[in-house]
């Protein structure tokens, strides 16, 4: 379980834990529950230590304060919350740019491409109300993406759908044969779900490797 937490909250923990055991009681997985709660800074946790300093402690459960990360840390997950409680125009800018750059490099799948670049300039759009699309684009360098090969193999005319055999069948393949190539490259199964616009369920199975047939 993953939570994104920017605002206080008082009853974070009990939602968190109580959703946890419900899901435990419901569902009985077969593999260990684990908990992470991100923070932009530690000012904003509210730990409700009588009720939970212990569960607080457990190796199964990490805090991370996403302020407190090195620059250098590389995972995707790490670098899109950064660009999320980027204080300045400038800086955010500078990160969108870069995990753009960085994301057309690293996916071969241009349908984890396009949906990758649209979340990072809907990030963008949310953090600068103030600026049109059309700016944001040109704050991108789209003009200069526009020349490249990937650009027009994937956002010409506005249609993917007819690169990829007009078929919806041909684009849930294509999302579900990233989904492996995303985990490797360090990004979550909620990130990825949010990517790909893909229910969480369905991209864990596509993440669960299948069962040895029996001899």
Known sequence: MVEVQFQPDDSLYYRVFGELFLYLRQNQPPYPWRVVVIYPHRSIEREQGLQFAEMLQLSRVS????????????????????????????????????????????????????????????????????????EIQAMFGFSELKQTRFYQDVFSEGKLEGKLEGKLEGKLEGKLEAIPKMIQAGISLELISTILELPIETVRQAATPPDEPNS
Do not use: C, H, M
Request: overall charge negative.
């Open 63 to 134: 805090r991370i304060y996403l302020d407190e990360l090195e620059d250098s840390d590389d995972s995707w997950g790490i670098q899109v919350l950064k660009l999320v409680i980027e204080p300045t125009e400038n800086a955010a800018t500078a990160r969108a740019k870069q995990l753009i750059n960085r994301s057309i490099s690293q996916f071969t799948a241009q349908e984890v491409q396009r949906e990758f670049i649209n979340l990072i300039e809907t990030i963008i759009v949310y953090k600068l109300p103030q600026k049109s699309r059309e």
